[in-house]
């Protein structure tokens, strides 16, 4: 049976019970897989054949929430519509603390300091208070009744019992208890004395409580908002428009109307519309905005380009590719997307701890007034220890912990080209020990340079560069294209028939003059003889080295050498090195021969070597390092690396390489360089670690705050701002993930 993968925006939820209750209800319907992200305000469901969205979303509402099916990424009306939405409710819930604040200030005054205690001053606390703990709480008790009405308990059901019950303690005071009497002072007292309490008034509690909760839930809202600022600037990035190129005509259309195929115009300073291959012009490309990469790529006729870069040098005329969502950046925002939405297992045992947290703490306050009045301390003192118990027991920041710091990391990760795939990958940075590098397109650029040219005597460099670029045009192999790009410019003349000899060489003629490049043995066998001594040495020597060596004949006369070679990448070694500090054991896993292999493991810094290994074979190889008990990354980029990467404990693919190796992967780096994916571990391991800084300081502080409430050590009013304040200390430490920078070479 088929299953469909939804995501519903979900309303209403004021903390991680909420979140805990609708996941509950979602996965009790059959066959249904639900996970519900307090942080992001997101359900992502898996629906099984027969089980509608509509259903999903009547099984929300009925829970006492609000849900809907999110705009697409491109659909600018509707994700506008749902950030004014959000940017509503923040302002309302400013507004509500700033009126709340204002009144609450004179209450707090008139209620701390007993010179200000004018004949009367009571009475006019009351007046301010009723507006603040009516309206300014509201949002409280609306959650509060709502989850009552279906039989359920939230942090809201805390916060508001909490202040209603100071409220009504402070009505009964003042009508029945004699702290109404004009000239009637109180004193304030950081702790909780002993006493009958029917003189004592809590309304700076009532009040100042909602005035703290209200300020961390704004702060928390505004966090939120900061915190899904990347995701939302990835998914503006993309061009408006292209300029469609139609028999030399060009028509400027709508993104939504471009299709594969389609070639279109980009001139300097313009965004490229959508994924394509430059087919005329050449330019530099920034595409900082995707890789993190502040050094613009040279690109030219061939070359790859992806949407949402910017051209910033001359006239490009481009076929699109992709477009869409297939494109790299909404492959980018979905990934992103995916991996803020989902969950943890710490993430998953803090949510089942909020959700029994609740009765838990209902039943601590009520066993904690019960306890004060058995020991004859009296109501007030009991009734304050209650409330004190019931306010600050509040898990708010447990279920903030996890899901802020996701956020941000997996945001900021895409500011700097790096995609986590989701929270469970975090674990398996900090464990790995073993980094297992693929050599092509990952230590190396993939792309065979010249590296050396060796004339023969009486020969120049020029004429036998010119000679093998002239011969290797009508060839596509890597080498020869390696030759004819650093033959360009060179004097050659025309190339008059041309045949190849698949593995050997080519045979050319040029001019009227016979010209060979090829391996040297072929060369030989076909009557050019050995090479000379001294050329022999030297291509020994290139060959050590790790070159690909090819020898150039002209009229069956030995005219020089020509060495060509896929060089290491120039932050690869500092990659490697990198790769040691964080206490990664780095090895080079490649199909080619082991001189090769050991000439690029030599300059990039690697001792341990498994060359000639078949694609098949290379996930055998990191079966193996797992089985001797190591925890291997794999980093690779190309079709024969993804069974690698989806068999080791943590897979990294380069973003320049093909899509069957990032499907395996945990990690992406778009930019294809090493050094990057160094970054990768780094920001998963801080990330993780900020989680587990938040769980750590949400624990203890309930552990150590619950206890000081029941016996009576905390003030109603300190345990409100105590509260509030572990919830902001939670978010704000999340957000220091903002700064994390790029590592350099």
Known sequence: MSAERVELLVGGMTCSSCSARIEKKLNRMPGVEASVNYATEKATVLLPEGTSVAQAISTIVATGYTAEVPPAADDETGAAEVEGHEDARTALLRRRLVISAALTVPVLALSMIPPLQFPGWQWVALVLAVPVVAWGAWPFHRAAVLNARHGATTMDTLISGGVLAAFGWSLYALFLGGAGRIGATMPFEWTLERGSGAHELYLEVATAVTVFLLAGRYFEARAKRTS??????????????????????????????????????????????????????????DASMLTGE???????????????????????????????????????????????????????????????????????????????????????????????????????????????????????????????????????????????????????????????????????????????????????????????????????????????????????VLAGRVVRVGRPAWLAESGAGALPAALDAERFRLERAGNTVVAVEEDGVVRGLLAVADAPKPTSAAAVAAFRDLGLRPILLTGDNEEVAGAVAAAVGIDEVHAGVLPAEKADVVARLRSEGRVVAMVGDGVND???????????????????????????????????????????????????GNLFWAFAYNVAAIPLAALGLLNPLIAGAAMALSSVFVVSNSLRLRSFSRRTA
Do not use: Y
Request: charged share 20%; net charge negative.
């Open 642 to 692: 993804a069974i690698a990467l989806a068999t080791a404990d943590l897979g990294i693919a380069m973003g320049t390489g093909t899509d069957a190796a990032i499907e395996a992967s945990d990690l992406t780096v778009v930019s294809g360089d090493l050094l990057a994916a160094v970054d990768a571990v780094r920001l998963s391991r801080r990330t993780l670690a900020i989680i587990k």
């Open 228 to 285: 899904g600022a990347a995701l939302r600037a990835l998914l503006r990035l993309g061009a408006k428009d292209a300029a469609v190129l139609t028999g030399g005509v060009e028509t400027r259309i709508p993104i939504s109307a471009l299709r594969a195929g389609d070639r279109f115009v980009v001139r300097p300073g313009e965004q490229i519309a959508t994924d394509g291959e430059v087919e005329e012009g050449a330019s530099a490309v």
């Open 294 to 508: 502040s050094v613009p790529v040279e690109v030219g006729p061939g070359d790859r380009v992806v949407g949402a870069t910017i051209n910033v040098g001359g006239r490009l005329v481009v076929r699109a590719t992709r477009v869409g969502a297939d494109t790299e950046l909404a492959r980018m925002a979905r990934l992103v997307e995916e991996a803020q939405s989902g969950k943890a297992d710490v993430q998953r045992i803090a949510d089942r701890v909020s959700a029994v947290f609740v009765p838990v703490v209902l039943v601590l306050s009520a066993l904690t007034l019960v306890g004060w009045l058995l020991t004859g301390a009296g109501a007030e003192m009991a009734f304050s220890a209650a409330v004190a118990t019931l306010i600050i027991a509040c898990p708010c920041a447990l279920g903030l912990a996890t899901p802020t710091a996701l956020l941000v990391g997996t945001g900021r990760g895409a500011q700097l080209g790096i995609l986590i795939r989701g929270p469970q990958v975090l674990e398996s940075t900090r464990r790995v020990d073993t980094v297992v590098l693929d050599k092509t397109g990952t230590l190396t650029s993939g792309r065979m340079t010249l590296a050396a040219v060796v004339p023969a005597p009486g020969t120049s460099e020029n004429d036998v560069l010119a000679l093998a670029g002239a011969a290797e045009s009508g060839s596509e192999h890597p080498v020869a294209a390696a030759i004819v790009r650093a033959a360009a410019g060179l004097p050659a003349p025309a190339l008059e028939a041309f045949r190849s000899e698949r593995g050997l060489g080519v045979e050319a």
